[in-house]
């Protein structure tokens, strides 16, 4: 079992930055790959960024040159960058654990974040 906590989310101008964090309680955490998604009111959760075990980043084609994903496998510690960011950025954004262990797929979720974008 994986627990993962967000943290950093609030309210933000058009333009502006946030950081998001989320913590994880994992043994062999540097095993997992690791995601940021998001969901919006009405709208089906989307994928923002991941990074693998091995450090390999990618983004959702919205974020791109604008958001940048890390981990620090030490802190146990995932983070997203969000600059220039923009209305439609606004949504719960929701941490992910995923590790494929034999045929199977562990997958966690944390509770989520709350990002706002207005002026």
């Known amino acids: 079992q994986v627990q993962l906590v967000e943290s950093g989310g609030g309210l933000v101008q058009p333009g502006g930055s946030l950081r998001l964090s989320c913590a994880a309680s994992a043994n062999a955490f540097s095993m997992y790959d690791m995601g940021w998604y998001r969901q919006a009111p009405g709208k089906q959760r989307e994928r923002v960024a991941t990074i693998t075990a091995s450090g390999n980043t990618n983004y959702g084609d919205s974020v791109k040159g604008r958001f940048t994903m890390s981990r620090d496998n030490v802190k146990k510690m995932v983070y997203l960058q969000m600059n220039s960011l923009k209305p439609e950025d606004t949504a719960v954004y929701y941490c992910?654990?995923?590790?494929?262990?034999?045929?199977?797929?562990?997958?966690?979720w944390g509770q989520g974040t709350q990002v706002t974008v207005s002026s």
């Open positions: 992910n654990s995923a590790r494929v262990i034999g045929t199977g797929l562990l997958s966690f």
